[in-house]
């Protein structure tokens, strides 16, 4: 079994990964900190980005190369300044990498360039994934693939041919198992820009799994994604909100993501069951106090079903409610004493 086959299909839960992003906030034992927190929430993954701020853009001054002045977050930012502010140090990773898989986590990471798969391989890295943006960089992927390894695939921003020109780039390179996600690429983002309805689309257009990239505030829409067959979350992950980061506005804390690894359990557990209706197991002491007709006044024979002889009443026992109109009038065989349950065997036949 590979590793995201154990990681799909561990203990019935679903693949909750927990992205540290920027939110080491420029310091490795926060970092390390909040591996521990996420470490106590039942989450079974952690996730880096690694990339440095000369490969992901240019260090300019140029409009091009800012923000733009209307983002909500990150708005008339510098580009380069932004990455070096939020990427996580290269010479962090092997104690980073460490630190996790001594807690229990499987750490993976986004890589944005050939430095840095070279650096995650020597790492052992066991899973990789491809960001949003990236996936129109078929050579990068084709790179990442061709470790054998599983990949993960971010959609937003994308078309359905874009998504898959990528898959394809990654199968022909030799990749391992592929995952695609569902997201949407805005920081934060409005939970009606979900489009859970997605999910469904691209794992019957792929014929892989699918699961979620989650930047909307709290934990509803990846409980949603999940009840509707989600098979991974993923969630960036803070170790608290007081210092802000340039990732607060969407990341969760230790103890909500808690909160999303039950609740997203919980929806798988509840939706994994064939339908089913009629009495369930756990429901036959409460089936067992549905109403039937009783008899609730001693009666004599030769007295009369009526509304002073018999009602419906919990629990069951007597005949059901529904055949009131088949006992009233009929009289009774013999003595009956109040609280006898309501049967054929005490009445006589109708009309006589």
């Known amino acids: 079994m590979s590793a995201l086959d154990r990681l799909l299909t561990g203990g019935g839960a679903p693949w909750v990964i927990a992205e540290l992003s920027a939110n080491h906030d420029g310091s490795l034992q926060r970092a390390l900190d909040t591996i521990d927190a996420i470490a106590a929430t039942g989450a079974q993954s952690v996730k880096f980005q690694t990339y440095r701020a000369e490969s992901m853009t240019l260090d300019s001054d140029g409009e091009p190369f800012r923000i733009s002045g209307e983002h909500g977050l990150w708005g008339g930012r510098r580009l380069f300044d932004l990455y070096r502010e939020a990427g996580t140090p290269y010479e962090w990773h092997a104690q980073l990498f460490a630190h996790a898989r001594e807690r229990g986590l499987v750490p993976f990471s986004s890589p944005f360039d050939a430095g840095a798969v070279e650096l995650l391989e020597s790492l052992d890295c066991a899973v990789y994934k491809i960001a949003s943006a990236e996936l129109v960089d078929l050579p990068l992927i084709r790179l990442v693939a061709s470790t054998g390894k599983p990949v993960v695939l971010s959609t937003g921003m994308a078309t359905l041919a874009e998504i898959e020109a990528a898959l394809s780039a990654a199968r022909d390179a030799g990749s391992g198992d592929l995952v695609l996600l569902s997201c949407t690429a805005a920081y934060p983002a409005d939970p009606a820009a979900s489009h859970l309805a997605n999910i469904a ?142 049967g054929w065997d005490v009445l006589g036949a109708a009309g006589s």
């Open 201 to 342: 689309v691209l794992r019957e257009a792929f014929g892989v799994p699918v699961g979620l990239s989650d930047h909307t505030p709290g934990i509803g829409v990846p409980v949603a994604a999940v009840a509707l067959g989600a098979v991974a979350v993923e969630k960036h992950v803070m170790l608290d909100r007081d210092g802000g980061g340039v990732d607060s506005a969407f990341s969760l804390v230790p103890t909500e993501l808690g909160d999303l690894v039950r609740e997203c359990t919980a929806a798988r557990a509840a939706v994994a069951p064939a339908p089913r209706f009629g009495v369930r197991p756990g429901e036959e002491e409460t089936a067992r106090m549905r109403r039937s007709l009783w008899v609730v006044a001693d009666v004599a024979a030769g007295d009369v079903v009526g509304p002073g002889t018999v009602r419906a009443l919990r629990p069951g026992g007597g005949l059901a409610p529904a055949r009131w109109d088949d006992v009233v009038g009929r009289p009774f065989a013999r003595a009956v004493p109040a609280g006898t349950p309501l």
